[in-house]
């Protein structure tokens, strides 16, 4: 039962560009969404987080949209650049302390310069 | 400065043999977390703690043993009893009161 999706296994855009990574949900009582990018064989790097009491957060070139009623989020990097490429992964978690974080399969951004 | 670390990057297991991965954070954070990476998947968690002489099972936790006897250390057992030990081993702390897991670089066990 995979509770996070990413159903796009890998995107492609040119240098300068939007990058728009999308993820879907389905246990309504996911309360916390983060996204994390990771480079092969290192751990990954926390980018950027949102709670359910919000619909947008913004940090610098990043920024994650929530749609609760559709259960989706969606992270936008403007504009894309070559060190973006990696895989990123959508992840969300439940409860006051969000102990256990359910993650997506991850999609593959390739900038092309 | 503050950070994670796992040791080895890389470890090896022959047939029948347990193996300890190694996990340290001078974060000073209360909870800390296992995780596994198979390729093209997510990351899925092993055992987590919330505190000193706690931890709890997680969604694939066969075959795996852990033991939290220090704030700064949540080390992972691979037993003979996991049968694809084979992936990306993934450590993660988050601090009091905060929802944001940190991770630390990974260990790839591979199985001779």
């Known amino acids: 039962d995979q509770q996070v999706k990413q159903n796009s296994p890998s995107l492609s855009v040119q240098e300068g560009r939007i990058s728009i990574l999308n993820c879907d949900y389905t246990?309504?009582?996911?309360?916390?969404f983060l996204w994390y990018k990771k480079y092969p064989a290192e751990g990954p790097t926390f980018l950027i987080s949102i709670s359910s009491i919000k619909d947008k957060n913004e940090d610098g070139r990043f920024t994650v949209f929530l749609n609760k009623s559709a259960k989706h989020l969606s992270l936008h990097i403007v504009p894309s650049q070559p060190g973006d490429s990696a895989v990123y992964f959508c992840?969300?978690?439940?409860?006051?302390?969000?102990?256990?974080?359910?993650f997506g399969a991850g999609t593959i951004l390739r900038v092309k310069s | 400065d503050g950070g994670i670390t796992q040791s080895p990057k890389y470890l090896f297991r022959k047939e029948g043999q347990n193996v300890t991965l190694s996990c340290e954070q001078n974060?000073?954070?209360?909870?800390m977390y296992w995780y596994r990476q198979d390729p093209g998947q997510g990351l899925r968690l092993i055992y987590y703690?919330?505190?000193?002489?706690?931890?709890q099972k997680g969604d694939i936790a066969e075959g795996y043993s852990v033991s939290r006897e220090k704030k700064e250390s949540f080390p992972l057992t691979v037993t003979s009893a996991q049968k694809n030990p084979t992936a990306f081993y993934l450590c993660a702390s988050r601090g009091a009161g905060k929802k944001t897991q940190y991770f630390g670089p990974g260990t790839r066990l591979l199985v001779l």
């Open positions: 974060l000073n954070h209360d909870a």
């Open positions: 246990n309504s009582m996911f309360d916390y």
């Open positions: 703690s919330q505190i000193v002489n706690d931890f």
């Open positions: 992840a969300a978690s439940a409860g006051e302390y969000g102990n256990k974080l359910v």
